[in-house]
């Protein structure tokens, strides 16, 4: 009652704006839609529709509770889990096909476990790396323990490299 708001979303312009950014970066750039925390409270099931329509190939989500959601949408882009998942929501990740950030020995075990489990030959992952955030991500004194652990596993490989850039300096 506070701070009375009122949002109005365009899905229209979103997709323009989408298709704008997309010229910009060119064709042969895969751009990732950030739908996290309900598209930012504007609905993350109609923005991601819309955005897939439009040609997202990839869609960026919080956790593993908003990818189901943006996966029971519909949708059927790539979902990259930015914060990971926690302990225990492995199954989940591989049965809904989402895309982990990983950091950290034990989530590569417990997910390539998982996939074990699963009979799935091959499970893409992103590695997070802390470059001076401070919240999540392999700091440069971990991440020689997790790409072992990443060299240990057999089901698991790694497909990309992401950062929270602490300064946009």
Known sequence: YTRPTWVE???STLRQNFRA????????????AVVKADAYGHGS??????LEAEG????GVTSTDEGVIVRDA????RVLLMSGFWRGEERDVLAQDLTPMVWDPVQIEAL???AVAAGLASVPVHLKLDTGMGRL???SEDLPDVL???????RLHLEGVASHLASSD
Do not use: F, H
């Open 9 to 11: 979303v365009s899905l």
């Open 21 to 32: 950014i997309q010229n910009m970066v060119g064709a042969d750039v895969t751009v990732c």
């Open 45 to 50: 099931p109609d923005c991601a529709r819309a």
């Open 56 to 59: 997202a190939r990839w869609l």
């Open 74 to 77: 519909g949708a059927r882009s």
């Open 112 to 114: 390539d476990r998982a």
């Open 137 to 139: 991500g392999a700091t």
């Open 148 to 154: 072992k652990a990443l060299a240990r596993v057999s």
